[in-house]
């Protein structure tokens, strides 16, 4: 019955997922309401700024080396992150027979427990996937932004820069796919509840801030 039950939820999780993502992709056509087009467009009107104005390289390096210093630093979190799920798989099982609500938490068969930490460390791994092209792109738009400017390369240079924008966007979003995971060691009705949280939470980060 456990192993039914822990099925049948990450099914449905996995479900709500697509279903959002889905809804996501149509609406991406309107930068007024949603926050991936808008700021596709803004990299771009940057990139046109900075390449079209000389006294601007200063500010262009400044921006790049922040955002590959940032990109790098969640690449590292993610490398801690697998090695402290290796670390802590096995005694997470331990800890949720101590919880105050451990009278809905359910006892996972191996193979689920397993599927449990595979999962996550495949999340947190996909994440450090994420931050490293992340870095690679904004290294690459690094050189690209101080040629002489050109038209083809505007638009390669743009189209690098918003790559690595949603390489690092994905990534910030895997962590956050980590939570319903993570609630799932505990209980299967703590992935959906988590997951219906967290899809609430990004429908609402999804919209342009006013």
Same mark, same amino acid.
């Given at each position: $019955? /456990?192993?039914?039950?822990? +099925?049948?939820?990450? /099914? =449905? ?17 309107? =930068?007024?309401?949603? *926050?991936? &087009? ?8 940057? #990139?046109?700024?900075? $390449?079209?104005?000389?006294? !601007? ?5 400044? &921006? ?18 697998? $090695?402290?799920?290796?670390? +802590? ?9 101590? !919880?105050?609500?451990?009278?809905? *938490?359910?006892?996972?068969? &191996? ?5 449990? +930490?595979? !999962? ?20 690459? *738009?690094?050189?690209? /932004? ?12 743009? =189209? ?13 979003? &895997? ?21 219906? #949280?967290? /899809?609430?939470?990004? #429908? $609402?980060?999804?919209? *342009?801030?006013?």
């Amino acid at each position: $019955m /456990i192993l039914n039950s822990d +099925l049948i939820f990450f /099914i =449905a999780s996995i479900t709500f997922i697509l279903i959002y993502y889905l809804c996501l992709k149509l609406k991406r056509s309107s =930068a007024e309401s949603n *926050v991936h &087009t808008f700021n596709a467009q803004i990299r771009k009107q940057w #990139v046109y700024k900075i $390449m079209g104005n000389d006294s !601007l390289s200063i500010v262009a390096i400044q &921006t790049l080396r922040n955002s590959v210093i940032a990109a790098n630093f969640m690449a590292s979190t993610s490398i801690l992150l697998i $090695m402290g799920a290796l670390n +802590l798989g096995d005694k997470t099982k331990q800890l949720a027979l101590f !919880l105050p609500f451990n009278d809905i *938490v359910s006892v996972s068969s &191996t193979e689920i427990w397993q599927l449990k +930490l595979g !999962l996550l460390l495949l999340n947190f791994s996909f994440a450090f996937y994420c931050f490293s092209m992340a870095t690679r792109f904004f290294n690459h *738009v690094g050189y690209m /932004i101080s040629l002489p400017i050109d038209n083809d390369l505007i638009t390669q240079t743009c =189209a690098y820069l918003n790559k690595a924008g949603r390489y690092y966007s994905s990534g910030i979003r &895997t962590f956050f796919f980590s939570i319903p995971i993570i609630l799932w060691f505990f209980s299967p009705y703590f992935l959906m509840l988590g997951t219906l #949280v967290l /899809i609430a939470w990004l #429908v $609402m980060l999804n919209k *342009v801030p006013l």
